[in-house]
Nanobody, 124 residues
């Protein structure tokens, strides 16, 4: 069993930056592919970024390429999402996901474990 706890959300002006963190419990964190998803009010949850268990492979949604960076620290059992050049349309609840399988499983939104989410609000 893996528990995920997100933090780092908040209110920021357009053009600003935030760094989200997702802390994971469990001794096998380093074997899990991890990802971030965003759900805006009235919309479906959407893929944002994902990273393989080793950190060697990453995937990004087109809308965040060049602005967001996903990374992980396997000793600290934490995955990060550095969000730069934020836009009002980035406003959403951001969720962390984990899966013991392939990176593609996380990208598809089929991760085995999900956090409770952290709110990001970008004002114009």
């Amino acid at each position: 069993q893996v528990q995920l706890v997100e933090s780092g959300g908040g209110l920021v002006q357009a053009g600003g930056s935030l760094r989200l963190s997702c802390a994971a419990s469990g001794r096998t964190f380093s074997r899990y592919a991890m990802g971030w998803f965003a759900q805006a009010p009235g919309k479906e949850r959407e893929f944002v970024a994902a990273i393989s268990w080793s950190g060697a492979s990453t995937r990004y949604a087109d809308s965040v390429k060049g602005r967001f960076t996903i990374s992980r620290h396997n000793v600290l059992n934490t995955v990060y999402l550095q969000m730069n050049s934020l836009k009002p349309e980035d406003t959403a609840v951001y969720y962390c996901a984990a899966d013991a399988g392939a990176l593609s499983t996380v990208v598809a939104g089929r991760g085995d474990y999900w956090g409770q989410g952290t709110q990001v609000t970008v004002s114009s």
